[in-house]
Structure formats: C-alpha cells, structure tokens
C-alpha cells in the first residue's frame, strides 16, 4: 500500500466531512497564526526600536552623571582636556545642560526643551538643519546668544515660517534664530523636534545652578569604543570615587541589552501563542477519538478484506498530519494577510515576516499531529475486526 | 483446502466460560461449495469468524490451502484474509464514501499492488459481475441487489480461492437474492471453493453439502465428497 493511496484516503475522508474537518483544522490555524503574528508584531517593535537607535551611530557613548547632591563635578573643560589626551581614541565631547522653559516669540509662547551644547553636537549625534546653520564653535566660545529652534517650536510660535534671522525670547532673555533643525520621521510629535539648541555658555549664563549632566562623546572609530568607555570610566572614577555617581552607556550596548529582551520578549509571545497550537492539538485528538468510533465499522470491514494493523495506523495518522499540515499552511497564509493589511496597512510597526518561526509552528503543527493523532490511529488500528464488523 | 481439527473455542463472560464451538472437525476441499446451517446461537458465526481468519480458536488445528493459522498474529491474518478468501456479508459492508470501482479495488490497495494494476483488476472484477456501468456510483446509488454484486466484485477481485458468504441474500428481496445466489452457484462451477453460512434452509438446500451445527457441535454433514 503506497503513500499517494493513503493521502488520497486522508484527503476523500477529510473533503467528506467538510464542517468537520474545518473546525478541526481552526484549532491549528489560530495557533500557527497567531503564532507567526505574535512574533512578527514583536520583531516589528524590535526592528522599530533598533532602527532609530541604529542611526545614532554605534560610536556614541553617552555620560550621565546620575549622582545628585553631590558637590563634586565633571565640568566641560576637564572632559576636553581628557579628550585632548586621548584624542586617537575619543574624537569629540558635546556637553548637554537641559532644562524646561518657556520660549516666546511675538505674543505667542510655548513651554519646550532648551538644551545647552556645543557645535560637536551635530556630528555626534547625527543632528542637522534643515534651514540656517547649526551652533558653530565661534557661539560657545564668544557666548552668541543664538538659538537652533525645532519644527515643533517653529510650527507653534512662529505658525510654520521660516524664522531664521528672528529673534526669540528664551527664559525673558532675547536670543537670535540662526537655524531650524531637521524634522525628525514621526515630525512635531517627536521630542526630538520640540526643543531649542543654545551654545553652553549662554545656558549656564541662564541658569547658574545648572549642571551639566550628560556629555555625548563619540569614539574615534568603531573600534575604540570600548577603550574609550574604559578610559571614561577609570577617569569618572577617579574624579567621583564612586562608580554609582555616573553611567557610561554605549550605543552597542544598549542595542544589544535591547536585542536581549526583545529576544526573550518575543519568545515569550510565541510561547503563549503556542499554547493555542496545543490547545488546537488536543481538540484533533478529540475528534479523531470520535471519528474512530464514529468509523468502526469502516475500520472492520478494511480489516476484514486485509488491512494490517499498520494500514489503519498509517491511514488515521496521515489524516491528522493532512488536517494540520492544511491547517498549519492556511494559519501561515492568515497570518501574513494579518502582519500585511493590519499590522502592516496600519503602520503599527514595520512588517516583519520571519520565515524560520513559519517554518518551526509549520512543523510544530505537523509533529502535534502525530503525536494527538497517535492516540487515535493506535485505538484504530486495535479494534478487534470482528467487534467492528458488529458495531452499529 | 480447509481442514480444521479438534477446534475449540469459549467465551469467557464475567465470570462464566461460554462455550461457543466444541470440537469441531470439519474437512472442506477445493471446489465445494458447503453451506453450514444452524439457528443463531449454534455457533455458526464464530465458525465463519475463525473459517474467516477473523478469529483464532482456542484449541485445535486449523490449516487453510496448506498453512496452518491459528497461531498467526492479526497481521498475518489479515494477509491471509487479503489473499485467501473473499467475504460476501449480509449487509453488503461496502464503505459508502467510496464509489463501487473503489471498494473493489480496496484489497487490491492492500496487497500493495501498483495502482494501474489495482485499477485493472478491480475493473475486470466489476465486469464479472455486470456491474462496469455502474463503477462510478457510490454504494447508496445503488439497488441492494447491486450493492451485493458490488461486494461479490469485491470479494472476487484479490482471485482468493474461498469465498465465504454469510447470509448473503438476508438483506435482499427473493428475486435478486435469487440472482445472487445463481452468481455463487457460476463462481463455485468455475472453481471458487464455497461456505455459504446461512440459518435458512431453502437457501443451503442449493449447496453441494450441507453441515448443521447446533450448540457449538456438527449435527450433521450430508452430502460429503
């Protein structure tokens, strides 16, 4: 007995009961689905995430000083000095003082980051104007009291012109617009496009008491990153005696703690979703169970006219690899259409497909198959011919 | 060709030992065509069952075209049955998903042959019993005369050399169990070794050999060669 006869059996008995086999199948459609769904919802997030991290360039590495009340400080200048020394591993240092405050521009104002910095800024954290220029050395070291204004503060207070050349007031003091940033992807909801840049000099001025409690430092190359967090470390250690006052955190690093939970976060999704694939296991088993007492006198009479205990087993076990390989097939083309119309044709997060989790809840499917078929098609091909043939 | 000897075989039912054949000793050679006759209760159906190679006896020999059976597993069993012999039942038995060419050709499926082959013969089975128009129809487009000879087709395909009929015309009106019974009566002029199981006596009168069995024993065998 080959195997095309037993699969155009399977196929004969699972077309003869449509409804039935349909809802057998649904056990296995949702799970595989729902399955492939999960994990490209989460890949998509991932992507999301990993995405605008990417393009910050992984030769960043950030400080913050995390230790409040203390009165020990790292001051620009030191950490100039330090980058000077080690200028063939460290390429630039940007300090960041931000605060929240009101900008004004005419009689309109709008409550908005104001980030204190340095020309370095732009490059190392991939920052550019979209009109005017960005802050240029000469603002810091001449204390201009200029300003680069994001789209969102552009769209409030000057209502979308162009504002280059304008003054705006920043905190009661008046300063002049010499550039508008570039508008980020997700546009004036973004925090990114909602702030103004003022040289560092004008910003202490501005505000005395304030610290300035992140640098971005960008590594001379790829390379050097990680001497140059080591450096930055055994140098912020010197100067605070305590590794809990300060964090040097690097792109790489964050990319790949990130990509360790967002590891576990999808497998955790698949998981639950495979809960459902056993679920839609048990219920093949049930009624493959059904369909055996159901079909007790079929399986007599193949006995009677010479099926082997093997035939029977075959024939039932190939029907439940049938039932969930259709089943794990349509849950695999369900769940495209679902990360392609829904998640996809509603910008939720990029469309992820992954082909290695199809391919693993396909053969999942397949192996919950045989072993709920097993059950079923071992009571089959058990049944006493004689009893069979009897039963009503 | 089938020679049992000394067959015994019990029941046990809770606690009780049903004896449902008692040494039975029942020599049936090649080209016969035998009816074994008795009410219901007498044994009969548990003879056919071992006779069949659906059953096994508890004691004795039986030995079917030269091997000996009633030791085998179910598998080896259903081998012989594939091969050796062909049920004809009272119900017909036809699986009724299946067309007429396809329950025919379901032994054939199981000897493993190649599908042209199965296709074939299950055809030229069909042919032999008038029915090749008809191969298509599944069992319940049927007439009930027709639906036997499907089953006889069936039992015939596999060219077993004993065909076994239990009741076959119990479901059928006279005329058309008529007609199977002259069907039977052309297979065992061909050669076909017949036992015709029955607990009608107008029908086992047709037989070459009669053999009663009342209460698990053999009353009576008339007509032996």
Known sequence: MNLIQIFKMAIKSITSNKVRSFLTMLGVIIGVSSVIIAVG???????????????????????????????????????????????????????????????????????????????????????????????????????????????????????????????????????????????????????????????????????????????????????????????????????????????????????????????????????????????????????????????????????????????????????????????????????????????????????????????????????????????????????????????? | MIQLTGINKFYSMGENKVTALNDINLHISAHEFVAIVGPSGSGKSTLMNIIGCLDVPSYGSYVLDSNEVSKLNDDDLAQIRNQKIGFIFQRFNLLPKLSALENVELPLVYQGLKLKDVREKAIESLKSVGLESRMNHKPNELSGGQQQRVAIARALAAKPPVILADEPTGALDSKTGKEVMEILKNLNANGNTIVLITHDNNLAVQAKRIVRIQDGVIIEDKGMV
Not at chain 1, 79 to 99: G, M, R, Y
Not at chain 1, 217 to 236: R, W
Not at chain 1, 333 to 342: R, S
């Open chain 1, 41 to 392: 919802f989460a890949k998509g997030s991932t992507k999301n995430i990993t995405d605008s991290l990417s393009t910050l360039g992984t030769n960043l590495i950030n400080i913050n000083i995390t230790g409040r009340n203390s009165n020990i400080n790292l001051s620009y200048a030191q950490l100039e000095q330090f980058q000077q020394e080690n200028s063939d591993i460290i390429a630039s240092v940007a300090p960041q003082s931000s605060t929240n405050g009101i900008v004004k521009a005419g009689n309109k104002n709008r409550t908005t980051a104001i980030l204190g910095t340095t020309s370095d800024y732009a490059d190392i954290n991939s920052v550019t104007v979209q009109s005017g220029r960005f802050l240029l050395g000469f603002d810091t070291d001449y204390n201009q009291k200029v300003a680069v204004v994001g789209t969102a503060v552009v769209n409030d207070i000057y209502g979308g012109a162009n504002p280059v050349g304008q003054t705006i007031k920043i905190l009661g003091q008046e300063f002049k617009v010499v550039g508008v940033l570039t508008e980020t992807e997700n546009g004036g909801a973004s925090t990114v496009d909602d702030r103004v840049i003022i040289p560092i000099s004008a910003a202490t001025k501005l505000n005395k008491n304030a610290i300035i409690r992140s640098f971005s430092v960008k590594a001379a190359s790829s390379d050097t990153v990680d001497s140059a967090v080591a450096k930055l470390n055994t140098f912020l250690l010197k100067i605070y005696k305590d590794s809990d006052l300060y964090r040097v955190t690097n792109m790489a690093n964050v990319l790949s703690t990130l990509s360790t939970i967002t590891g576990t976060m999808t497998a955790v999704l698949a998981g639950i979703a495979a809960i459902s694939l056993i679920v839609g296991g048990i219920g093949i088993m049930n009624i493959m169970l059904v369909s055996v007492t159901e079909r007790t006198r079929e399986i007599g009479i193949r006995k009677a006219i010479g099926a082997k205990k093997r035939n029977i087993l075959t024939q039932f076990l190939i029907e439940a690899l049938v039932i969930t390989g259709i089943g794990g097939i349509v849950g695999i083309l369900i769940a495209c259409c679902v990360i392609h119309f829904v998640i996809g044709g509603f910008k939720i997060v990029p469309e992820v497909y992954s082909i290695p989790w199809m391919l693993l809840s396909f053969g999942i499917s397949l192996i919950i198959g045989v072993v709920f078929g097993m059950y079923p098609a071992n009571k089959a091909a058990n049944l006493n011919p004689i009893d069979a043939l009897m039963y009503e």
